[in-house]
């Protein structure tokens, strides 16, 4: 039996999501297989709204800009949309959108 989310993603799901994504390139494993990202990106997200759609996923849509490690300031908003399910006690990815 499948237990669906009572809520639609938060605005802090929505963040932590979209850091994961950014950094995910940067990260490396140490020697005792902990991940770690040095010089990573920092990643600010807005407008997060997040809709239900059949199946128990959500549809969610919001704004993220970025900022390089060695960059003064970030770089323009970009619209994002992306399509999660609640799933083994995490929202997850279920179609990356645009």
């Avoid at 006690?89 to 959108?97: E, K, L, N």
Wanted: aromatic fraction near 10%; proline fraction near 6%.
């Amino acid at each position: 039996m499948a237990l669906l989310a009572l809520t639609a993603p938060s605005a802090d799901d929505i963040q932590a999501l979209e850091v994961t994504r950014v950094i995910g390139p940067y990260v490396d494993q140490t020697r005792d297989g902990r991940l770690y990202a040095e010089f990573a990106p920092d990643v600010e997200t807005r407008g997060a709204m997040c809709e239900p759609v059949a199946g128990g996923s959500h549809d969610c849509r919001y704004e993220v800009r970025t900022k390089s490690f060695f960059d003064n300031a970030f770089g323009q908003w970009q619209p994002m949309s992306v399509r999660l399910r609640w799933k083994n006690g995490r929202w997850r990815v279920v179609d990356p959108g645009k």
